[in-house]
């Protein structure tokens, strides 16, 4: 199977989400970034959460993602998170989860404001933007950083994705 990084629909801007936990449990961060239908990355942010499994981080991730496209003014926001069983507590329920309970809840929160949010999956090799930025915010000590230039390592990785390079999943 062949995956790659597809841009927003028309209108939209494309929000690639991405928790780390190095350990699960272990020490984590998030990491997230905003882009236009051009792939051109409009935010960026990073945040280490501290001790914490790899779904809380990626729903942390979700949570600091949407919070961060409603700020910036975006009423039509298509989300993709590459967590599987994140995506599942949020569009089902948090039950089986009640430590994660209230991130849940604030992402419902987000959801019900005024805007058009999707919130889907997308295969990991598709999301290697979002991956490097939630390492970095796993290796970090700021508890949420808003970048408006990406670093210079991401570069290559969005300049793969705004040209449509495909990547083999084993």
Not at 15 to 41: H, I, T
Request: charged share 20%; proline share 4%; with cysteine.
């Amino acid at each position: 199977m062949l995956v790659r990084w597809v841009p927003p629909s028309e209108g939209a801007i494309k929000l690639n989400v991405d928790g780390s936990s190095r350990g699960n449990p272990g020490r984590a961060g998030c990491g997230g970034l905003l882009r236009d239908q051009d792939g051109n990355c409009v935010a960026e942010f990073l945040s280490y959460i501290g001790f914490a499994g790899s779904v809380e981080a990626e729903l942390m991730a979700i949570r600091h993602g949407l919070w961060l496209a409603w700020q910036s003014g975006y009423r039509k926001v298509e989300c993709e998170s590459d967590c599987m069983v994140a995506l599942k507590i949020i569009h089902d329920n948090a039950e089986d989860f009640p430590e994660l309970a209230d991130i849940v809840e604030e992402i419902h929160q987000l959801m019900l404001l005024e805007w058009d949010v999707t919130i889907y999956h997308i295969m990991r090799e598709g999301n290697s933007c979002a991956d490097f930025l939630a390492k970095m915010g796993s290796s970090s000590n700021s508890t949420f950083s808003l970048m408006m230039n990406p670093p210079p390592e991401l570069t290559a990785l969005l300049l793969a994705d705004s040209k449509g390079v495909l990547y083999s999943r084993v």
